[in-house]
């Protein structure tokens, strides 16, 4: 009986020590169908979601975006316990090797040795006596400083890379709209009769896409950090982009075309492998540019100066551009609860920046000169 707990007490102990190495450490995507993370994130974010519905709005919304942080500490809580079963069990099975002062050793002292040397704690009421059970307190101790570690430095990469994320995502706030939608990023961008700020910014957004797929496949968790408003998510801006490059793609000439081109292909590539990591199959979508809407955003873009080459030509094309990307945003967007934008504004409304805490509703302008109400955010 010893030895098969021993057996099993190693294999939890490489599959928690593997996972914490390909989470935290191999700065890839993982193909394997068995991963202790993937099997958590599966388990808790589920049920997590299931509650948001059940709350207001905007208490649903905070509470999922505790999800991600609190994540993070439940997942290293996890490896934490399962590196230190892992050698109770394994001390067990070496026969309870254990000088215990006041009792008998026994499985309990030997989880109960096993703790104390993870964190290092060196109480010393517990003590191995065998070479055997000395040199696993010694792997188990240096293990809890190597975890300590990665833990250290774990979390300012990740809070680093979200920092990035979140920053573009507020400089699209006066650019787009709250929420970003692709009508209104070219409408505001009338004045760019060149196209060459237009080309600069998709440039930006085309590396800012880049950024997310890599930090994003090295660390998921990401994925469930939410914005700091409620109608901003760094999916809908990556969506909001994909739109912009679509229009561009079929309604615009000159240099920004080809801009255009580029940072589609990098969007697109990017919510692709996403989908992969998060097992989440391309799924049709609602509609989200019916017939009514085409029409209120070929309107949007005239008073921008913008006219689509030709309108049925142009609307089968835009058709096939979005089949190539929707149905994958559609099924990330049901997977971490977060709301598609719009293809063009509903209504009149402030952006964020034109909003306050401490002020009541009150007329603001917008950019190009309308105005807007306050309604508080």
Known sequence: MRWVVGVVGIAL????????????????????????????????????????????????DAFLSFYGPLSLLLLLALWAAGIALAFGMVQWAAGSALSMTGADPGFGADMYMSGTTFFTLGLGDVVPRTPLAKTLTVIEAGMGFAFLALVIGYFPVIYQAFSRREMAISLLDARAGSPPTAGELLWRYRWDKSGDALAELLREWERWAADVLESHLSYPALAYFRSQHYNQSWLAALTTILDASALVLVGLEGGCVEQARLTFAMARHAVVDLS??????????????SDAEFSRLQARLVEAGLTLRETGGAGQQLAELRRLYEPYVAALARHLAVTLPPWVR???????????????????PRPGGSAATDDHF
Request: aromatic content about 12%; proline content about 14%.
């Open 346 to 364: 509903q209504g009149e409304r402030p952006d964020n920046w034109q909003t306050s805490a401490w002020e009541g509703p009150k007329r603001l």
């Open 13 to 60: 102990l490489a599959i928690v020590l593997w996972d914490a190495f390909e989470t935290i450490i191999l700065p890839r995507r993982i193909s394997g169908r068995f991963r202790l993370a993937k099997l958590f994130y599966r388990a808790t974010w589920p049920p997590w979601r299931a509650v948001a519905p059940l709350l207001p709005r905007r208490p649903g």
């Open 276 to 289: 992969q990591v998060f097992n989440t199959p391309p799924h049709e979508p609602a509609q989200r540019l």
